[in-house]
C-alpha cells in the first residue's frame, strides 16, 4: 500500500510536471534535456519514490536517508527539502525541519502554502516559548514562597518547646534521700 501510495504520488504528472518546470524555470536545464541530465533527474525520482515508501511505512529514518540523496542530486529543487523538511518534522526535529522548509522556500519564494505553514509554526513555538517560561517562572515563585514558609515555621517555637526550654534551664532538682529505720 505505501509503495503504491508512493508511485502514485511521484508518478503522477503534476509532480513531473513541477519539476521539470522547476529545472527550466531555474535555468538549470533547457528544454531538451541531454541524456546525463535525464538520467539524474530519474535517479532522484527513484529516491524519491523509496523515500516516500519509507515515509508511509512510517520508516522515517530511513526516508530521511532517501532525501538527503534526493537533495545531493538536485540540490536546486525546492520539493526534495520541502520532503525533508516533512521528515524532519515527522521524527520532532523542528528545528531541521525550519531549515529545510527555508531552503524550499529560498528557491521557491512563491511557495504560499509552504510560507503560511512555516509562518503558523514559529508562531506556535513562540507561543509554546512564553507558556513554558510563564510556568518556569510561577515555579520559581512557588519554590521562593515555599522556602520563606520553612523558614518561618523554623523561627517559630511552640510552646511546648518553650516549657522544655525553661526546665531546662532551672538547676536539676535533687532526689530526697529516705533513710531506713533498722529494726
Avoid: C
Avoid at 537533495?71 to 531541521?96: Q, W
Avoid at 523558614?151 to 522544655?164: E, G, H
Amino acid at each position: 500500500e505505501a509503495k503504491e501510495k508512493a508511485i502514485m504520488e511521484v508518478n503522477s504528472l503534476a509532480f513531473l510536471e513541477q519539476l521539470e518546470d522547476a529545472y527550466i524555470k531555474n535555468k538549470l536545464i533547457a528544454k531538451e534535456m541531454d541524456n546525463d541530465t535525464k538520467s539524474m533527474i530519474k535517479g532522484a525520482v527513484l529516491h524519491m519514490q523509496k523515500g516516500l515508501e519509507l515515509y508511509y511505512q512510517d520508516r522515517y529514518e530511513d526516508a530521511l536517508e532517501e532525501y538527503e540523496i534526493v537533495i545531493s542530486m538536485l540540490p536546486n529543487i525546492p520539493e526534495g527539502y520541502i520532503r525533508l523538511g516533512s521528515i524532519h518534522y515527522k521524527l520532532d526535529n523542528i528545528i531541521d525541519a525550519l531549515k529545510a522548509w527555508r531552503q524550499a522556500l529560498s528557491l521557491d519564494p512563491k511557495n504560499i502554502k509552504l510560507r503560511k505553514y512555516v509562518r503558523n509554526l514559529i508562531s506556535s513555538i513562540n507561543d509554546e516559548k512564553e507558556k513554558i517560561e510563564k510556568a518556569e517562572q510561577e515555579e520559581a515563585e512557588v519554590d521562593q514562597l515555599t522556602k520563606e514558609k520553612i523558614d518561618k515555621t523554623q523561627d517559630i517555637s511552640s510552646p511546648t518547646d518553650n516549657a522544655v526550654k525553661e526546665v531546662s534551664k532551672k538547676e536539676p532538682v535533687k532526689r530526697p534521700e529516705i533513710k531506713q529505720e533498722q529494726p
